[in-house]
């Protein structure tokens, strides 16, 4: 059973800093795409960044030049580094296997203007 536990949320200023990880359990970590998505009440649930196997990255027009997405395969931990954060930064964080139907729990991002 692959299990995904997200943690680094909490409540920041605008222009702040935060860096989020997620901690996977299993082997099917390493060879697949990883991604960092979030989600607000009432709307979808939209991806943020992604991360292949080979280290190539992906960004939401809304997040490029803030944030940041790594992975250490040795620790089978995916991060998210959040830069410049905005209030409509504020959102619940999912880390998610890409292609697979396992999510995290979530973790909560408030950022205060």
Known sequence: QVQLAESGG???QAGGSLRLSCAAS???FSVNAMGWYRQTPGKQRDVVAIITSGG??????SVKGR??????DAK??????????K????????????GSGYWG?????????
């Open 87 to 98: 209030p409509e930064d504020t959102a619940v964080y999912y880390c998610h296997i890409q």
């Open 56 to 61: 190539r990255t992906n960004y939401a027009d």
């Open 26 to 28: 299993g082997r099917i």
């Open 76 to 85: 089978n931990t995916v991060y998210l580094q959040m830069n410049s954060l």
């Open 10 to 12: 909490g409540l920041v």
């Open 67 to 72: 944030f940041t997405i790594s992975r250490d």
């Open 105 to 113: 729990q979530g973790t909560q991002v408030t950022v205060s203007s």
